[in-house]
């Protein structure tokens, strides 16, 4: 498990951030509030005899609003006793999504003034990983990317341990099983993308090009391409679209890349199927352009005989390739940022929660005429 360790201030001069951040004596010379008041005012969970009233209180959120004011999380965590950091564990596979989800994480916490510890790991690691933000009082982790061993009962003891310590927890693109146990405040939140909604959107698509078969090839057995193919199946059962399922075994786990006999079965296939376009979802980058070049040297005419569905096909890819075709695409810079502002939430108090984030249906190349 390899850790970078990324303060705070660094983070933020490499991402350009220019946050106005005061203490409550700065601010009570600001609205001419006290010092006192203003805690309480601004303290997400009050305490029961807090005498500042609604109004006042939603009074004083408006003028910190407006000046721009940001509590010091780093002062509170050390009055708690806790170590003013996040931890951050994804996984070591290399990729552009990880590399914008670090962006996307980096960029929140340095306007937050959150110094980062990043681990990358495998699931194996993941347990390690939990300890040592145990043992050292971590304030917050953010731990997703398929990582989390929903078999587990020692990470989710871990866990349990670690929320009972005061500690908060964003699942980051993340689905737990099993779930933590059912708090009154939960803990943790949920972050992640609809995988199931990008399979229908697939399916969707291909079907609007009038494509008369409709093809999945399954990469394997993680839970995002499991509720790709349940999304990509439950259309094509809805609308009566002729699938089948090109079966994950004929995958070369080592180099991504499909066996030679797939590229057999895949043409066969195709052939069998009845005449017309055919779809073809592939819910992996790296498969889809394997699986491209290809059908560039076959009778086969992508954007004519054949129309192509991937996931998350990045813009470099898709200019050196040429060809046409349609990619789901999710926003892990975007994801990564909203990740910190959950946890940032859940230590102000908040309860936890989740959210669904909807893939975006990107059309490339669509000028090339692959027909000659």
């Known amino acids: 498990m390899k850790v970078y360790n990324i303060g705070a201030a660094n983070v933020c001069r490499s991402f350009h951030f220019c ?83 670090v962006f996307g994480i980096s960029a929140a916490a340095a306007e937050r003034k959150l110094p980062l510890n990043f681990y990358f790991g495998e699931r194996d690691d993941f347990q390690s990983f939990l300890q040592h933000m145990c043992d050292e009082g971590c304030t917050g982790i953010i731990a997703g990317s398929n990582v989390l061993p929903g078999d587990s009962l020692e990470c989710l003891a871990l866990i349990e341990r670690f929320f009972d310590d005061g500690g908060k927890l964003v699942f980051f693109n993340e689905q737990p099983l099993p779930s933590p146990r059912v708090r009154k405040l939960p803990a943790y939140s949920v972050l992640a993308y609809d995988d199931v909604a990008g399979g229908r959107l697939a399916a969707e698509h291909l079907c609007s090009l009038n494509c008369r078969s409709l093809l999945l090839v399954e990469p394997g057995d993680s839970q995002c391409f499991l509720d790709r193919r349940k999304g990509f199946l439950d ?113 102000d108090g908040k309860a936890g929660g989740k959210i669904l984030l909807q893939p975006l249906l990107k059309i490339c190349n669509i000028q090339y005429n692959s027909g000659g």
């Open 19 to 101: 946050v106005f951040f005061m203490d409550l004596r700065e601010l009570s010379r600001h609205t001419g509030y006290s010092v006192s008041v203003l805690s309480r005012a601004l303290n997400p969970r009050p305490d029961a005899s807090s005498n500042v009233s609604a109004a006042t209180r939603e009074k004083i959120r408006k003028l910190v609003r407006e000046l721009g004011f940001r509590p010091n999380r780093l002062a509170s965590c050390v009055r708690r006793g806790k170590i003013p950091s996040i931890g951050i564990f994804l996984p070591t596979y290399s990729g552009s999504l990880i590399a914008d989800a």
């Open 235 to 347: 259309y094509c059962q809805e609308k009566g679209m002729d699938s089948q399922i090109i079966p994950e075994t004929r995958v070369l786990r080592t180099s991504r890349k499909l066996k030679p006999e797939f590229f057999e079965l895949l043409f066969e296939t195709m052939q069998s199927r009845p005449k017309g376009a055919i779809g073809l979802f592939v819910p992996s980058d790296y498969l889809l352009l394997d699986i491209m070049v290809h059908i560039s040297g076959s009778k086969w005419r992508m954007g004519r005989d054949i129309h192509l569905v991937g996931y998350n096909f990045n813009d470099f890819s898709a200019c050196i390739s040429g060809w046409p075709f349609a990619t789901l695409q999710q926003d892990f810079v975007r994801e990564g940022q909203m990740a910190i502002k959950m946890l940032a939430e859940l230590m």
